[in-house]
């Protein structure tokens, strides 16, 4: 598959995702059109420095483009107050101007801090993604939401801030490892799930062979799943509505990567995955899917090797009225009540605020007891 463009349609702030591979190689002519000065600042972490970071310079070298990075910490650890002082302030240290371009080179820490560093810098500066995770390319690269940690909890200061440009090199997934990957494939299957059945399906024949390293698949279930989400963003910027939706999955992942400390025992991405095979069975329980379909959504979780049930989480969990209770410190709570996407079959999701409360303690309970 060649390098291909979706178009994410919003008006003065509507730009391209680029897809294809060895784009890295080609960054300094995809982005001298954005530039009024040939100079750009890089913000980075080191593992992925270490991984891409000369081979982006050259890139951006090869078009006359001058570069500095600053190449922070990896991990959550950085994505805070302390974190975005850092980048701030070296942006400024750097003479970044009003109408500069910053280059935010990394996975979602690195993007959301990034693009939040950027949307306060100077009252707002452009700025590209080059995601370097599945998760990052398919998701938060995507859309604009920006933001930093704090003490209360994860992505509770940020902005919507568009970035100019994305590009999503598919050679780049190659030296992600597997468990990572896999935590992306996570928000891959949550669009087919979501709203395009026939991707599942195709997710279902393919997932495999692509897990394993077959690029054209990689870009096929790139582009689809940013074009999904390009979609949606579309619809509804801000969240006042269907972009929700993406968050299929969410209420639970987050009561679980709560419970579970944010870090290794549990990937982001991972908890999506089980979280999504939790709001199918939820659906099932109260009528609004076949029962059959939450072991369909499984079952692909399984094929494919991923964390799917409570049973796949190392260590103690709470009880289920300690897990509804950390879903309700989630920031999707609205008037009190919880929050659920959930599903009328696969690829027909919808936003539910009256999910019966003894319905829900009692998926949980059935997936707690089945950790024997
Ligand atoms: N990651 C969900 C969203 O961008 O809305």
New binding site residues.
């Given amino acids: 598959m060649k390098t291909d463009r979706v178009h994410v349609p919003l008006g003065s702030r509507a730009y391209d995702v680029v897809i294809g591979r060895g784009l890295i190689a080609q960054s300094g002519q995809m982005i001298a059109p954005f530039l009024h000065r040939s100079r750009v600042p890089v913000l980075t972490e080191t593992r992925v420095a270490a991984a891409h970071l000369d081979a982006l310079m050259a890139g951006l070298a090869t078009a006359g483009i001058d570069s500095t990075a600053l190449t922070l910490p990896p991990g959550e650890g950085t994505k805070g107050w302390n974190g975005l002082q850092h980048a701030v302030e070296w942006l400024l240290d750097e003479k970044v101007e009003r109408r500069d371009v910053v280059v935010a080179l990394g996975g979602g820490v690195i993007g959301d801090l990034g693009g939040f560093a950027s949307a306060v810098l100077r009252r707002g500066v452009r700025f590209v993604q080059i995601p370097t995770s599945l998760l990052a390319q398919v998701?938060?690269s995507v859309?604009g939401?920006t933001g930093i940690n704090t003490r209360h909890g994860k992505n509770l200061v940020g902005a919507f801030h568009q970035p100019a440009l994305v590009l999503a090199d598919i050679d780049v997934l190659a030296s992600l490892p597997r468990r990572d990957f896999l935590a992306g494939y996570g928000e891959v299957v949550k669009y087919g799930l979501l709203g395009d059945a026939a991707f599942f399906d195709w997710l279902e024949r393919n997932g495999p062979a692509m897990a394993g390293g077959d690029t054209s698949l990689r870009h096929y279930a790139v582009h689809r799943s940013v074009q999904m989400k390009a979609e949606i963003v579309a619809r509804d910027e801000t969240?006042q509505g269907d972009?929700a939706l993406?968050?299929l999955g969410h209420t639970f992942c987050h009561a679980l990567e709560a419970a579970t400390g944010y870090g290794e025992r549990l990937l982001h991405g991972e908890g999506v995955a089980i979280g999504c095979a939790l709001a199918f069975e939820l659906s099932a329980r109260m009528g609004l899917c076949a029962q059959e379909t939450p072991g369909r959504v499984r079952a692909h979780l399984r094929q494919m090797g991923m964390a799917t049930d409570l049973a796949d989480i190392a260590g103690d969990l709470p009880p289920p009225e300690g897990l509804i209770a950390l879903m309700g410190q989630d920031k999707k709570v609205q008037d009190g009540r919880l929050r659920f996407i959930l599903a009328r079959d696969i690829g027909a999701a919808f936003v539910c605020d009256d999910v019966p409360a003894d319905l829900l303690h009692a998926v949980l309970a059935d997936a707690l007891a089945s950790r024997g």
């Fill in positions: 998701d938060s859309g939401k969240e972009r993406l968050n």
